[in-house]
């Protein structure tokens, strides 16, 4: 009998933990999370704080005999450093465990500011239940909400907390708003509509401090200043793998990973947002931390787990890493879909209609699409989706989207369809 450990209890931890207690009945699992409590996802804070849902909206798993159930041990600690080597686990509370494979699953971590006065009591980060709570309990309509940061995480939370009544400026250091799935064009349009629906935007300024006081002095790069109640810390996150220095285990931005989403140490895993596996489709190793990846990742990290527990070669590879983003800012969706910004030798198009608040942008590697950015588009963006994920070949469906953009919904019907077929039919004939 082997003994699986998973350091992470997110979307990732979770899913896998269940994996392998399908593929290997009788194993031993324990699941260590650093949060005591349910198993909870951060994508449902948002729904949280506009009140949609309460804390137990967010729960993965609704029973609390979920995992009792399944004989998965439950541990909440941190873990301080693990020897691939030796196969143990040393934790901050002291104890150590050992295990025969290991699934890193610790996520990300919000980013700390190094500015003056980030640690004040009405300073709070926008990450876990205990954030969501603090914020809930300090804002209330006419609050003076300061938001640091208008990245992805950043434009999530907006919408709640103008749901919420509060008075919100956001700032943002770089130049456009999204930098990081937006060009310059959409991050420009995003900026304009959220000052339309009145939340106060500063792009390229920096803070520099924040001074104690009720309320708040937040002074700005710029020279200005702004009164706040309450100021919110969205910078972004980083992988959470500090306790890896020293454990064998290769680091980049991330843990590197190859296509089974194992490490350089046999028997050692990684999966969710602190990966960086390997993709197939680009030939580099990426970190692309959204929940489907961290779930695909899980669920192929499980299966090699356990195949590699029986002395058995891999039974499961990634097929690409998702490098998906769709976005609702206060109303207006926009979308980032593969290489958004375009790769080496390739083309692209863009069409722009600020009239009606839409914009529109692909790229093209031959005469395949490797990447989209959209703003305004509620129709078919799924369909960009599919195009850039299925590398479908689009022959001379390229040139008509080079003229005009908007028929990628016509290229998908002409080309993944008949790419499909000709797949399928390959198929038959090799069996």
């Known amino acids: 009998m082997s003994h699986h450990v998973i350091l992470g209890a997110g979307p990732a931890g979770v899913v ?27 994508m449902a804070i948002p729904y949280m704080l506009i009140g949609d849902i309460d804390a137990t909206g967010t729960y993965l798993r609704k029973s609390p005999e979920h995992f009792a159930a399944l004989k998965i041990e439950q541990i909440w600690a941190r873990a301080r450093s693990i020897d691939g080597q030796r196969k143990t686990i040393s934790l901050q509370s002291g104890e150590s465990l050992t295990f025969d494979t290991l699934l890193i699953a610790t ?17 709070i980060n926008c990450w876990t239940l205990d954030d969501a709570n603090a914020i809930i309990a300090k804002t209330k309509p006419g609050t003076r909400v300061l938001q640091l940061g208008a990245g992805f995480i950043g434009c999530i939370i907006m919408e709640a907390l103008v749901a919420r009544g509060v008075e919100l400026r956001v700032v943002e250091r770089r130049e456009r708003m ?5 060009g310059h064009v959409a991050g420009d349009m995003i900026h304009q509509w959220c000052e339309s629906k009145g939340v106060k935007v ?3 300024v920096s803070v520099e401090s924040i001074e104690g006081g009720t309320p708040m002095t937040v002074n700005l790069g710029d020279g200005s200043k702004v009164q706040a109640d309450v100021v919110i810390s969205a910078i972004g996150v980083r992988p959470s793998i500090d306790f890896l220095d020293d454990s ?15 490490t350089n140490v046999p028997g050692v895993y990684a999966a969710g947002d602190c990966a960086e596996a390997f993709d197939p489709f680009s030939q580099r190793p990426i970190v692309s931390a959204i929940q489907p ?22 039974k499961s590879r990634i097929q690409a890493v998702t490098q998906i983003n769709m976005l609702d800012t206060l109303g207006l969706i926009s979308t980032s879909f593969g290489a958004w910004q375009g790769v080496s030798g390739g083309d692209g198009v863009e069409l722009t209609d600020k009239a009606s608040g839409r914009h529109l942008s ?5 005469d395949v699409m490797v990447g989209s950015n959209s703003v305004g588009w509620t129709e078919n963006v799924g369909v960009m989706r599919g195009l850039v994920e299925g590398r479908v070949k689009l022959g001379a469906w390229k040139e008509h989207l080079l003229r005009d953009p908007t028929r990628f919904m016509e290229a998908y019907l002409a080309c993944a369809t008949a790419q499909a077929e000709w797949t399928g039919a390959l198929d038959e004939r090799r069996s």
């Open 16 to 42: 896998a933990a269940e994996r392998i207690r399908k593929l290997a009945p009788a194993d031993s699992i324990t699941l260590i999370g650093d949060e005591a409590g349910p198993a909870y996802s951060r």
């Open 107 to 123: 996520g990300s971590r919000p980013i700390k500011a190094n500015i003056a006065g980030i640690d004040l009591p009405d300073v």
């Open 178 to 182: 999204v930098a990081r799935m937006m």
């Open 202 to 204: 500063h792009v390229g």
């Open 248 to 262: 064998g285990v290769q680091c980049q931005m991330g843990v590197l990973t190859d296509d089974a989403m194992q």
């Open 293 to 314: 990846n961290a779930v695909d990742q899980a669920r192929v990290a499980a299966a090699n787990m356990v195949a590699h527990s029986r002395g058995l070669a891999a």
């Open 362 to 366: 692909l790229h093209f590697k031959d």
